[in-house]
């Protein structure tokens, strides 16, 4: 098996991959629509999951997502080129979606996020749909943890960003970073430890 | 066991110095991994933060197909091209759905309705034709027709789909009904035997003159365009975000509110609100609350509206031989044929019914041309299907020239799995009624399938969560416990239960219902949940 101990996405891309999207931004900020299309095309599964941890699973989470995709576009204007455009949507997705969390209070109804193929799919797709509930079940559990835990969570574990770069999107110090990234991961231990689901998921039945 | 300890707070101490930017020595990550070998704990930990890294997928999110991620790139992109052209908010445009949206609405209502007060006197002089008081001469609008089914006329003219409504039109109904769109966020419904004139149609002032008969008005909240003042021979009434109707019938004006609130003028210049589910009489004293048969009345209209759209709407056109027949649009009666009407693209279910007469049914899918057209020739039923009630299974159709095709069989026209893509196209779209709808069809069509199952849940969590139906939803979770009492979907369907119980007031049932669910799922995330609701009741 291999493990990925520190998980995390490097964006990777050079000044000219920058300039280019630069371009392209500033193209979407005129109102090209073809230019918009390509950039929520290019974003859409990143935000995507980004809003659903930091929603904790929620199905208003969907809704979080299309909120943010649309303040990347209003802001697109905004894009210089300084980190590339994954990192720069991801400050905005975490701003609009944590902003949307304080703004609306959950009713007492908790829906978590459903799929409708559950049970129902075929056996290429089985492998899939196993790790997408696993995930979320992960999500679910970040519902433990203070919305400004889970976004340094999802920024570093979903997606690598450095400790300096987290620091920078919140507007906050690597130490108050280092701090929410402990207490985080301390409390998922915890709860993964005693998770059937994602025990078994893993293959790890609890002994 | 403590060494074990011991060396899982190592590992910890490892994985932490790697998350904060150290580089592991060769012996630090053999010690790691020789951990792992033997450490069931560590290894989930380690197995579920490398599954977390972002991989190009949704991730926990739910996948979207080719389909359904298109639709919701369009979802957006034609959210961003209304706010471009200033018509549109997307926060205020995700909250009209919701239940909270007259709270937003009456902030908003009071907000404008100030403003509208100082400028009460000089747009309503201006409508009854007086003289203007510092009234500014504005730029003229046009507005469009949205929907045409029956005899709808301007001037002694015929209207058809997507005709000019201008400034002075004076428009009757003479039989069935008609949509407008006055303004982008401005539609009005005119029900059989209306009459109304446009007095107004500028971008300082809509202004709608009702003469007889009833209309019902919608005022999208995100509309940020001319104020609408309707006015009627008893006074008048002005608008921001809002739906509500006005029926002139035996000289008497009635307004019923359905969301937001209005300010209502009579002749004598008396001025007073009217709110979420009041009527009230134009030039009388008095407020009464609308009826429920009166509001499932205008549920159905209000859903016509939604259905409808001119930027970017598909004309659809549709007749039947013989004409007269019901047309059906995702559930929401259009009228009788012959049916003419600029409906959103999208996937949409086509019902087609007439009494006597074989009904028909066909899935749309709208936006491939700009127009579509349907001719239905409906076969007549003998008297013993008739009394059967036999649906259609032999309707015919023909297209617009007239040419016959082959007979349409309505019964399952599709796959399980295209039936439930469906159906998620119409939940992306937040089409509630219409998602439930392309459920019951899938349960219909292949209630064996692993698809319904998935479907049942589906539907009920809308029914609860999205058209406030806790009874219809606690039918629908019933069902799958009872079918399917140890299918996967059983606990989300058992948690579903006891919040329809709880919505429905049967807090001993809940009560129960939460308890067996602690029993059967005492391992679930949601246990934390359902135990402290048990506390709370």
Redesign the interface.
Known sequence: ?????????KAGLSSADNKADVGMMSLAAS?Y?SA??QI??RL???V??T???LAA?H?D???Y???A??EI??SAGSYRGESSLESWAQKITVRTVMRQIKKRRWR?????????????VDACAET?LS??R????????FGDLKPGVRAVMTM?????H??SEIARMLDTNEHNV?YR??VG?QKL?RR????????EW?G?E?? | MTRRKGNCDRVHDLWEAQTFGAVLSEKDRRLVKDHLDQCADCRVEAGILGEMAFDGTSGPAPELDDLSRRRWIDDVMDIVSRQDSGAANVSQSRTWRTSSFAAAAAIAVLAVSAILWSAWPSFVAQSNGEEAIGYVASDKLAGTLLLSSGDVRVGGEVLGLGSTLEQGSRISMARGHAVMELTDGISVFMDEGAQVEIRELGQTLVDLFVKSGRIIVQVNPDHDGPPLLVTTDDGSIAVTGTVFSVAVVDGRSSVSVFRGSVKLKSETGQVRPLRLGEEAVLGREGVTQISREGESAVSDMLRTLELLTSKEGIALEIDSVPAGAAVFVDGVELGITPVRASVRAGYRRLDIKKEGFESVRELLELGVERKLTRVFELGELSQTEVASSVTSETARRKTSDSKKISPVSTGPVATPAEMIARAQVFRMERNWAAAVGAYGDLIDAHPSSAQARAALVSMGNIQLENLNKPRAALKVFDAYLARFGKGTLAREASFGRANALRALGKSGQERAALESFLRDYPDSILAQRVKTRLDEI
């Open positions: 098996m291999i493990l990925h101990m520190i998980p995390g996405e109102g629509k918009q299309r929520v095309d859409l599964n990143r995507r999951s809003a659903l941890y699973g199905q989470a969907e809704d997502a299309q909120m995709i649309i576009l209003r007492g109804q908790f829906m978590v996020v459903t799929d409708e193929f559950e049970g129902a899939d790790r997408r696993a995930l979320r079940q992960v999500a679910v559990l570093k574990l979903v997606h690598g450095s400790i280092r990234l402990r991961r231990r993964l430890k005693n998770d059937p689901v994602l025990r893993i790890e609890r002994q």
